[in-house]
């Protein structure tokens, strides 16, 4: 029952003080759930990271509920995911229920403009931090430069290309050289 509270509890922090939806709350994910309370690993938040982005749902309720899963099952799924949207929710419907023109306020005007800046600077963060912690292989890091420039592109010039067909080519390609260069064997080296 502890450790139910304790992802509630968690999650619910993270949900309740990080703006900027899923990629802002990625640092404070793992800082709170890799490094503090070590419910898993590294490589374990890489790969949500990763999966999370190409389903259905918010990054950042996906990696919740795997967390919670990781830790204590379907229940503690269950925890961890209420304990990251509860506080949004509630958030929301009070501001929707006391204040007609909330965004119109000058004060709440100027508070958004300035967490903008730092949401940036969380997504940032949480991009470095991952770029750092990303294998030493050539193939991952020329993809992903690749995919960079692309994407700086495509918004840049404002050409009409879907990033989801930019990630399916850049999966195309990694899983063509995969299957070229064969699988690897159960200890790590190549193929036969």
């Known amino acids: 029952m502890n450790i139910l509270f304790d992802l509630f509890l968690t999650f619910a922090k993270i949900g309740t003080f990080t703006f900027g939806g899923g990629y802002a709350m990625i640092a404070m994910i793992e800082n709170n759930c890799v490094e503090r309370k070590q419910w898993i690993t590294h490589d374990e938040m890489m790969n949500v990271t ?7 749902g918010p990054i950042a309720i996906n990696c919740a509920t795997y967390t ?6 379907f229940i503690g799924a269950l925890a961890a995911t209420l304990g990251i949207v509860v506080p949004s929710f509630v958030v929301i419907w009070v501001i929707s229920a006391v204040m007609d023109n909330f965004l119109e306020l000058t004060v709440v005007a100027n508070a958004l403009k300035g967490i903008k800046i730092a949401v940036g600077i969380l997504i940032l963060d949480a991009a470095v931090t991952m770029i750092r912690k990303m294998p030493k292989k050539k193939l ?16 840049v010039f404002a050409w009409n290309f879907s990033s989801i067909s930019l990630m399916l080519i850049a999966a195309v390609i990694s899983l063509t050289i995969f299957i070229l260069n064969g699988a690897p064997d159960q200890k790590g080296g190549a193929g036969k």
Do not use: F
């Not at 919670?68 to 099952?73: L, V």
């Not at 993809?143 to 960079?148: P, R």
């Open 50 to 56: 990763v999966i999370a982005e190409s389903t259905p």
């Open 68 to 73: 919670g899963y990781k830790k204590a099952g």
């Open 140 to 155: 991952p890091r020329a993809i992903m430069i690749c995919s960079a420039i692309v994407m700086l592109c495509i918004n």
